[in-house]
């Protein structure tokens, strides 16, 4: 089945240790997302890519950044990661920026200790 | 800026019984969707609707584009059913816009 898979399902990290979340897709969909979402809020758009071109919210903070090699593939990297920052980050693909609709992926949910 | 809002925010049901929860939202809209979360889950993507209504299953979602509302129903709950449930629009800029969301709870 055609999917968008997340790995780790957890991930612990150290506090200001770097750390990379994974995303791929069966998909072939052209736009990808990251979201963070924290207990009992809604997900936060941290930026997108639309095929090559990287998309980021004024909002996110410069600890985040995002590599997309291929197609299939896209990483969260949290370059010094605080307390603030454990929470669940979803991952999302849609063909052509949510005209057909969306597909999540299940998640990681990120502990800093 | 479109302001997407769900009711009711927490909801009880006994197994079998029929669901309805409500979404409204402020300015005109391209889709709207209703996304399906359970407890420490990834999201799932139930329903996409320009217009009119949609059913799959037990559930069932309408909108109404001049009273910019949608209801997502579910008919003969299950405590399977039991999940956050979220209404997300995407505008112009063609970005989700999330409501609040909605957490079921469905006892046998």
């Known amino acids: 089945d055609a999917m968008v898979i997340q790995n780790p399902r957890y991930q612990v990290t150290q506090f200001g240790k770097p750390v990379t979340l994974s995303c791929s897709q069966t998909l072939n969909h052209n736009v990808m997302y990251w979201y963070q979402q924290k207990s009992s809020q809604a997900p936060k758009l941290l930026f997108h890519?639309?095929?090559?071109?990287?998309?980021n919210e004024a909002d996110t903070p410069d600890n985040f950044q995002s590599r997309r090699p291929n197609t299939s593939f896209c990483f969260l990297d949290i370059r010094s990661p605080g307390l603030g920052d454990a929470a669940m980050y979803l991952c999302?693909?849609?063909?052509?920026?949510?005209?057909?609709?969306?597909?999540f992926g299940s998640g990681t949910r990120l502990t800093v200790v | 800026k479109n302001e997407v809002e769900q009711s009711p925010q927490n909801l009880t049901a006994q197994e079998g019984e029929f669901i309805t929860i409500n979404c409204s939202y402020s300015?005109?809209?391209?889709?709207l969707h209703w996304l399906q979360q359970h407890p420490g889950g990834g999201i799932v993507s139930l329903f996409m609707l320009s217009s009119g209504k949609k059913k799959h299953g037990r559930l069932i979602a309408t909108i109404n584009i001049q009273e910019k509302h949608s209801s997502l129903h579910i008919t003969a709950s299950h405590p399977r059913d039991s999940a956050v449930y979220i209404c997300?629009?995407?505008?112009?800029?063609?970005?989700?816009?999330f409501g609040t969301g909605t957490r079921l709870q469905v006892t046998l």
């Open positions: 999302a693909t849609s063909r052509d920026h949510g005209l057909s609709g969306y597909t």
């Open positions: 997300a629009t995407t505008g112009t800029a063609s970005k989700l816009t």
């Open positions: 890519y639309y095929d090559k071109d990287f998309n």
């Open positions: 300015v005109g809209i391209s889709a």
